[in-house]
């Protein structure tokens, strides 16, 4: 993988994807679903059952220590197509990624990935889903710190966000926001505004925050009838 794209920030997720097209033996390097990066490789074949050394290597791994390819570090998903995914496509499963909807029917902690679709969201690019997953009010409780980009609320029955952590909102880039399309819910874990945030709630849905909100110097701006 050519400087121009590694290294990857360590500590962070990142989503990498590679396409060869082996008519013109060239390759497109998608980081995080952003604009590809060219690489062009002359005279290389793209034969995965082949013991060929003329091959394309992205990263091994396996291999010694001495082996500047071999990749270290952990992969929470990876997918293998039969053909190059158009950049639209990229973009689309990149997005699909940071919706991360809850799961639970119950009281339960927002730090444990079985509850939630996805995995639990902690990160500026993240957007979490409280949906029709509960049946009665319900609190998802933190007790670490956690930061999102994105809440909906969209269930009639109430959820409260609580616990002894803090829920930062964060956005990669422009706004971060809450939206409240129906039901009452409030946080009564403490808020952070890392970024400027934008709050809509519709008509007829509410949204409370009992505890102390830290604004920094972040801006909140509120919308809609409710």
């Known amino acids: 993988v050519p400087p121009a794209i590694l290294p990857l920030p360590p500590a962070v997720w990142t989503h990498f994807v590679f396409t060869f097209n082996a008519v013109n033996n060239q390759g497109l390097v998608y980081v995080n679903g952003g604009a590809p990066t060219l690489l062009n490789f002359p005279g290389i074949e793209f034969n995965p ?61 927002w730090n444990a990935r079985v509850n939630w679709d996805g995995g639990p969201p902690d990160a500026d690019v993240h957007h979490a889903v409280f949906g029709d997953a509960i049946t009665q009010p319900r609190t998802v409780y933190t007790n670490a710190d956690v930061t999102v980009k994105s809440v909906t609320f969209d269930n009639a029955n109430g959820y409260s966000i609580g616990g002894g952590g803090t829920v930062n909102l964060q ?56």
């Open 49 to 109: 059952g082949s013991n060929s050394s003329n091959q394309v290597t992205l990263f091994k791994l396996r291999g010694s220590e001495n082996d500047d390819r071999r990749f270290e570090g952990d992969i929470a998903v990876a997918r293998l197509y039969d053909f190059a995914l158009h950049p639209t496509q990229v973009t689309a499963n990149f997005n699909a990624l940071h919706d991360r909807e809850w799961q639970l029917d119950s009281i339960g902690d």
């Open 171 to 226: 956005a990669d880039s422009g706004n971060a926001t809450i939206e409240v399309a129906q039901g009452s819910h409030q946080f009564q874990a403490e808020v952070d505004l890392l970024s400027s945030l934008d709050i809509e709630v519709a008509s007829s849905a509410s949204l409370t925050l009992q505890n102390r909100v830290d604004f920094g110097s972040s801006t909140l701006t509120k919308s809609g009838a409710g």
